[in-house]
């Protein structure tokens, strides 16, 4: 028996590393670790400032610090001024999403 999922450790990890990270442009964070691979992915309403994705990199990184098994991560900042649908997606993989 696991005593510690890795998704609950994700789901931590990223909690704290986006508190004061999301700006009301941010309209949904997932991430997730596959096979020692980092993927993050921002979504935004208009196009992201220099300054958003710095915030929200800043926040990749200290989640990246938390696993060091990651060998390799990607990130993308992403205009979506449609709604996103999350539904299809397990939950722990989207940290942050808002209310459309």
Not at 65 to 85: G, K, L, M, Q, V
């Amino acid at each position: 028996m696991k005593l510690f999922d890795p998704n609950i450790k994700l789901i931590l990890s990223a909690q704290r590393a986006l508190y004061r990270s999301v700006t009301k442009n941010t309209k949904a964070v997932y991430a997730k670790i596959d096979n020692q691979h980092f993927i993050w992915k921002a979504f935004f309403d208009e196009e992201p400032t220099e300054d958003e994705k710095d915030l929200l990199s800043t926040a990749a990184t200290e989640i990246i610090a938390d696993f060091p098994e990651i060998t390799s991560c990607e990130e993308h900042y992403i205009h979506h001024p449609t709604r996103i649908n999350s539904k299809d997606e397990i939950y722990y993989n989207w940290p942050y999403t808002r209310f459309d």
